[in-house]
């Protein structure tokens, strides 16, 4: 069997669908269900059990015998949330016990860590272990995460194969549920389509011209396509970046939005929410050396090749991936 977690979520319903895709049907899927926005996610995906979240590892007790790898890519993952203890619970403690039940029984695994975790980018984008504890994440969901990997890097008793994702800025289908935390693009295509126009958020940083903040997009497709190879190939236990490599302006983003929709750009710019103006990262790049180096050949979506895909084959159908 092969467990994903976060299963009726954005990514983890994707990697369902991919997984569904190469012939896997024997996955349990665990989130939390009362959550009925999200259940049409997993609406025709081929699973053979779905297990609460909160009770998953009393599941685990009768089946981890059975299970082959693990996909945890649950998470409390609002960036807007600045209840510490909820992050504590189901990003850092929910994680390590995950951690422990992988080492414990031999079970490959595969977590989600994030970009939010490199904070301003003092650092940089490099996915380098020696920089992880020096890392200054920019709100509590970053520093869960970032805290996690910090404690995964210290463990003596690790998964036979593990790896941290720190996905940068995911778009595509199934995102539908995610309101206020939604890519720029799913925005951006329902404001056009009431509107015919779009706000974006203006710069408020002198080094950046409105609508020219920069971020590494990367498409949901490339995340999954990335996670099969993981399961597959097993490289180099560590943590691996997860975006493209090359960071766009919203500004492209937008553009490309309009065209993939067949209409005339109509863009104009708002201040930034006050609650996220001093934690906004005004550019983020990945560096996917690590990734690349350690076998990983595909090529991934242009902005304007994912765009394209994702507004003409889903948001324009309201379909599902």
């Not at 959550?35 to 779905?50: C, D, F, P, R, S």
């Not at 015919?196 to 020219?212: I, Q, R, T, V, W």
């Not at 493209?244 to 500004?251: I, K, P, S, V």
């Not at 490309?256 to 005339?264: I, P, R």
Request: charged content about 25%; aromatic content about 14%.
């Amino acid at each position: 069997m092969i467990v994903v977690t976060g299963a009726a979520g954005f990514i983890s319903s994707c990697l369902v669908s991919e997984l569904n895709k190469n012939g896997y049907q024997n996955i349990v899927v665990v989130d939390d269900f009362s959550k009925t926005e999200k259940a049409t996610n997993l609406e025709g995906k081929t699973i053979v059990a779905k297990v609460s979240r909160g009770e998953f590892f009393e599941w685990a007790k009768d089946f981890v015998g059975e299970i082959e790898f693990i996909f945890h890519l649950g998470a409390r993952t609002d960036t807007t949330e600045f209840n510490q203890a909820i992050f504590d619970e189901l990003n850092l403690n929910y994680s390590k016990k995950m951690w422990q039940l992988c080492a414990d029984n031999n079970i490959p695994l595969v977590y989600a860590s994030s970009a939010a975790t490199y904070g301003l980018g003092e650092l940089g984008y490099k996915d380098d272990h020696s920089i992880v504890d020096k890392l200054k994440p920019l709100n509590p969901y970053g520093e869960s995460k970032n805290d996690f990997d910090i404690w995964a890097l210290k463990q003596d008793k690790q998964p036979p194969f593990w790896a941290g994702l720190k996905f940068f800025n995911v778009y595509g289908p199934n995102e539908y549920h995610k309101g206020r935390m939604a890519s720029v693009i799913l925005h951006a295509f329902r404001q056009i389509t009431e509107t015919g126009k779009m706000k974006l958020f203006a710069s408020h940083n002198p080094d950046y011209k409105d609508g020219e903040q920069l971020r590494d997009f990367v498409y949901v497709k490339d995340v999954v396509s990335v996670c099969m190879y993981l399961m597959d190939k097993r490289p180099a236990n560590g943590l691996y970046n997860l975006g493209t490599g090359e960071a766009r302006t919203f500004l492209d983003l937008t553009k490309a939005t309009f065209k993939a929709m067949g209409k005339e750009a109509d863009i104009s710019f708002v201040p930034t929410p006050e609650d996220i103006r001093d934690k906004y990262q005004y550019f983020t790049e990945a560096d996917m050396s690590k990734l690349v180096s350690s076998g990983y050949s595909k090529k991934f979506y242009t902005l304007e090749e994912g765009v394209n895909d994702y507004v003409q084959h889903y948001l324009m159908s309201d379909s599902y991936m």
